[in-house]
């Protein structure tokens, strides 16, 4: 089956600095890819919708400067959290869409902001 | 707009006995609904998904739903629990015709089964 990897799986960075996650889709090319923020004992929350070679529609309250978001290839979107603050803590998944609208989640990057 | 509702926060069973998660959903039309699985620290795991056809949809772990129209409900079930069930199970749902949009999720329910 269609496998969407992580890397890192957990993070562990200073507060004002930057930290990049980057989501792949190994075995099929996605055009679309969805970043999802995740607080302890909630639901995940859509944050932006990632598209190859466009602007990332973000959602309602998250800021664009902050959270980057990058769509380089079929394959690869990156998300940089800037200048990376305690409360940006989260877990943070990933989601990969293939030709057929099916979505395949990431296992996750834990991000710890001291 | 689409929602899900998972009525509850928390669900404890004895192991053996039969389990069930609650999910309704609120969509025009007839919708796509999934289900899925996080364990702690770990990525969602998809367990099973209605598109159409046969109402009860099998999926992974022994896992298995049943798509009730009338009553807007895709509740998840399992015969006989185990131990290793125990973790967070989402509720998804996505409208057919809406292209490649993400999932809308519900809240979460928390599985705890004892042994």
């Known amino acids: 089956g269609a496998v969407v990897s992580q890397h890192p799986s957990r993070v562990i960075c200073k507060s004002g600095t930057s930290v990049k996650i980057e989501c792949r889709s190994l075995d099929f090319q996605a055009t679309t890819m969805f970043w999802y923020r995740q607080f302890p004992k909630q639901s995940l929350m859509l944050m932006a919708t990632?598209?190859?070679?466009?602007?990332?529609?973000?959602e309602q309250g998250v800021e664009k400067d902050k959270f980057l978001i990058n769509h380089a290839s079929l394959t690869l979107s990156t998300l940089t959290v800037t200048s990376a603050h305690p409360e940006d803590s989260s877990f943070y998944i990933c989601?990969?869409?293939?030709?057929?609208?099916?979505?395949?989640f990431g296992p996750g990057t834990r991000l710890t902001v001291l | 707009a689409q929602s899900v509702a998972q009525p509850e926060d928390q669900v404890n069973v004895a192991e053996g006995n039969p389990l069930t998660v609650k999910c309704t959903y609120s969509v025009s039309g007839n919708p796509y609904l999934f289900w899925y699985v996080q364990y702690p620290n770990r990525g969602l795991q998809f367990l099973l998904k209605?598109?159409?056809?046969?109402?009860l949809v099998k999926g992974s772990y022994g896992f298995e739903a049943e798509f009730n129209k009338s009553q807007t409900s895709f509740h998840l079930k399992k015969p006989s629990a185990l131990v290793s069930d125990s973790a967070l199970y989402f509720c998804a749902v996505r409208h057919p015709n809406s292209g490649n949009t993400p999932l809308v999720f519900g809240k979460g329910t928390r599985l705890s089964v004892i042994a």
């Open positions: 989601s990969a869409s293939d030709t057929n609208n099916e979505q395949f």
């Open positions: 990632s598209n190859e070679g466009s602007k990332a529609t973000y």
């Open positions: 209605y598109i159409t056809g046969d109402n």
